[in-house]
């Protein structure tokens, strides 16, 4: 069985695993979703993805939202984040972030920057990328536009911003294009453009999917490094119960566009309530060694 302790410590978790309505809203409550339904299209018959899940994060809390691709997991996420991709549509529900209200939000209030301190870690981060442009100009150019810093001060911010990102040569980084760096640099670039912002929640999509498990380790554990040093809310979705036990304190089991399970990872995996829970636990545990979840 999976260690549960093996993960990130950081603010205390919330007081309880049960959701708690929007009109009970909290200061401790960063995040509240309540009656969330996403369906494949505008189209009011058209099918769901996500069919009425709501939930409930504190401040300085990291939740797991553990399911396959056509679980509805990741849709939830990039509903929080504001990314949730056309023609896929949000038909009810709210989302209220620090207590304000998140659905209906138009696009240019969702800019990390300058409206809700939310980022989002994408699990292709090559792709997010211009070929054409360099690693420094994808960092300082948002940078200077919006926060209207200078070329040096958006340059020595840059570099500040790669070096807490756990790059090494922060400086060789900052003139080098995509098709220069590894997939593990681009998310680390990533990571470093999403700390820009000063976020108070990040929203990340499987960010060691794609990864070795050398690779993946060193990502969770700057993750956790990044939220133990700056307090930070987290959201991370992963097909992995092992990425969960290592980097969560609470996860969401998800399935067909519902939650199953919600628990503390100690209870999750002492006391696993739902048989697909189960299920996962079992195929974890017997993971051949040297797989990325290992």
């Known amino acids: 069985m999976i260690d549960p302790q093996e993960r990130i410590t950081s603010a205390t978790p919330a007081e309880t695993t049960a959701p708690m309505p929007s009109n009970w809203f909290r200061s401790a409550t960063l995040l509240d979703v309540r009656g969330l339904q996403v369906g494949v299209t505008a189209h009011a018959n058209a099918p769901r993805?996500?069919?009425?899940?709501?939930l409930s994060i504190t401040c300085g809390e990291v939740v797991g939202l553990v399911g396959d691709d056509f679980s509805?997991?990741?849709?939830?996420?990039?509903?929080?984040?504001?990314?949730?991709?056309?023609?896929?549509?949000?038909?009810?529900?709210?989302?209220?972030?620090?207590?304000?209200?998140?659905?209906?939000?138009?696009?240019?209030?969702?800019?990390?920057?300058?409206?809700?301190?939310?980022?989002?870690?994408?699990?292709?981060?090559?792709?997010?990328?211009?070929?054409?442009?360099?690693?420094?100009?994808?960092?300082?150019?948002?940078?200077?536009?919006?926060?209207?810093?200078?070329?040096?001060?958006?340059?020595?911010r840059s570099i500040e911003l790669l070096h807490q990102a756990g790059v090494e040569r922060p400086e060789h980084a900052f003139?080098?294009?995509?098709?220069?760096?590894?997939?593990?640099?681009?998310?680390?670039?990533?990571?470093?453009?999403?700390?820009?912002g000063n976020p108070n929640l990040v929203v990340a999509d499987d960010p060691s999917d794609t990864l070795t498990a050398s690779d993946s380790s060193e990502i969770l554990e700057l993750l956790?490094?990044?939220?133990?040093?700056?307090?930070?809310?987290?959201?991370?979705v992963t097909r992995s119960v092992r990425v969960a036990a290592r980097t969560c304190h609470r996860v969401?089991?998800?399935?067909?566009?519902?939650?199953?399970?919600?628990?503390?990872?100690?209870?999750?995996?002492?006391?696993?309530?739902?048989?697909?829970?189960?299920?996962?636990?079992?195929?974890?545990?017997?993971?051949?060694?040297?797989?990325?979840?290992?």
Request: net charge neutral; hydrophobic share 45%.
């Open 252 to 294: 969401a089991v998800v399935r067909t566009g519902g939650i199953v399970e919600y628990a503390s990872v100690a209870d999750l995996f002492d006391s696993p309530k739902h048989p697909y829970t189960r299920e996962l636990l079992y195929a974890a545990a017997n993971e051949w060694p040297g797989s990325p979840a290992a």
């Open 175 to 196: 003139t080098a294009f995509p098709h220069e760096v590894s997939a593990t640099m681009a998310l680390r670039v990533q990571i470093a453009g999403a700390l820009a």
């Open 72 to 156: 509805g997991a990741l849709e939830v996420a990039q509903c929080i984040a504001g990314v949730l991709p056309t023609p896929a549509t949000i038909r009810s529900g709210s989302i209220l972030f620090n207590g304000a209200e998140l659905v209906g939000l138009p696009a240019r209030s969702r800019h990390p920057l300058h409206g809700p301190k939310i980022a989002y870690l994408s699990r292709d981060p090559l792709a997010g990328l211009d070929p054409a442009a360099t690693v420094g100009s994808h960092l300082a150019a948002p940078l200077r536009a919006t926060l209207g810093l200078s070329k040096p001060a958006a340059y020595e």
């Open 224 to 236: 956790g490094q990044l939220q133990r040093d700056r307090t930070l809310t987290m959201i991370i």
């Open 49 to 54: 993805v996500v069919n009425g899940i709501s």
